[in-house]
């Protein structure tokens, strides 16, 4: 079983920066496609970042792309996303999700791997808040 264990969101101003981590355990799928999603209140979820974890290659949201960069570690297998030049619109919770694509790689970088209906482990989540 894969367990994914989000951590550092924090409250900060418009235009600051936070970087969040996910920390995973247990089995681990070194081809997973592993994203980021966010939640603010009265909202539906949202996925922000992709990341393939085999070759490392991503995909963003266009409401973040420029200012947010995901990465991953393969020593810890720890993804993380860099959010730089926040905005009040990204506050929320945030969660990094899993599942395993072998070699289907490519279903980790469109669109449709921003649906969160794909997605078979999450993390409980970090909060995000920003101030104006």
Not at 74 to 97: F, S
Not at 98 to 112: D, K
Request: charged fraction near 15%; aromatic fraction near 12%.
């Amino acid at each position: 079983q894969v367990r994914l264990a989000e951590s550092g969101g924090d409250s900060v101003q418009a235009g600051g920066s936070l970087k969040l981590a996910c920390a995973t355990s247990g089995p681990f799928y070194s081809s997973a496609c592993i994203a980021w999603f966010r939640q603010a209140p009265g909202k539906a979820r949202e996925g922000v970042a992709t990341v393939y974890f085999a070759v490392d290659h991503t995909y963003y949201a266009d409401s973040v792309k420029g200012r947010f960069t995901i990465s991953r570690d393969r020593a810890t297998n720890t993804v993380y996303l860099q959010m730089d030049n926040l905005k009040p619109e990204d506050t929320g919770m945030y969660y990094c999700a899993a599942i395993p694509v072998g070699s289907y790689g490519y279903i980790c970088l469109s669109e449709s791997a921003l649906d969160q209906g794909g997605y078979n482990h999450w993390g409980q989540g970090t909060q995000v808040t920003v101030s104006s």
